[in-house]
């Protein structure tokens, strides 16, 4: 979904756009690690990830200290397989923060997997979920990923929005029905974010299980937001566990807002390094 955002933006120049994806988060936003033993002899390491390009960013140097001091066997990323580069700092610059970690996992020899699986997914909330409400907010969370990830206008963000509507049959299957064009897209943000700001607008921690929703009560975003989690819970997290189980040294790369639910305590307490 999110490489359709960037090909129907690709007509305007992304380098135009402000602030850039290249800038280097706050200091609190910034990623860490903490290590769990898991009965059998393995463990599994959790690295809260951040979406930066930067090659100065801090979370480079603590990712590669991660991976030494804990040595894993097998490491999990999100998001596709892109491959790496030639050296440390073009992958970063050309594929970001997971084609580190895979950089990493080469070097050292260590098979990888990928962790999150979108289809599968999305077919969870088609169970959850009703087809206006879902495809509303699935086209609103690849908005805010778009954003964060290029640093889109306005004026980009609602020219991708209109393309990705019109090819949404493809990977949201079922809602063809709902949502057909952009004025009924706006009818629906209007009916389920009454109190919202411009959907172009929607803030990040609509969709981030770790953050309150703007200091709105919205129980269609909280409703959305917990059959991710729930997802994720019963279908992805476990069968980390079980290769730890195993006796693996298991190393998750994920980003920080999707750590498992039974570590949101605030990031001190959480994180060991």
Known sequence: ?????????????????????????????RASYYT??????????YFGAVCTQNCQDAQFARLRQA?????PTV?????????????????INNFGEAGYVRYLAQQHQVPTQRLDDPLAEYAYLQTRIEPEQLKLFCLLRESVRFRAQTGATKTIT????????DHSSYFLPGT?????????????????????????QAPAAWFSPRLAADN?????????KGAVRDFREQTLYGKLVEQAKTGQRVFVFINRDYLPLAHKEP???VYQH
Not at 67 to 71: A, D, H, V
Not at 76 to 91: I, L, N, Y
Not at 158 to 165: E, N, R
Not at 176 to 200: D, H, Q
């Open 158 to 165: 609602k020219k991708a929005m209109a393309a990705l509507i």
């Open 75 to 91: 490491v999990f990323f999100e998001k596709p397989d892109c491959g790496v580069d030639s050296t440390e700092t073009a992958t």
């Open 36 to 45: 769990e033993q898991v009965a059998g002899g393995g463990s599994i390491t």
């Open 1 to 29: 979904m999110a490489q359709s955002f960037v090909s129907a933006a690709s007509s305007q120049p992304l380098s135009s756009a402000s602030p850039s994806i290249s800038a280097t988060p706050p200091a609190a936003a």
């Open 176 to 200: 063809e029905g709902v949502i057909r064009n952009m004025a009924e897209f706006e009818t629906a943000y209007r009916k389920y974010c009454p109190l919202g700001s411009k959907w172009w």
């Open 267 to 269: 990031l001190k307490a």
């Open 67 to 71: 991976f030494e001091t804990n040595r």
């Open 216 to 224: 709105m009560s919205n129980l269609y975003i909280e409703e959305f």
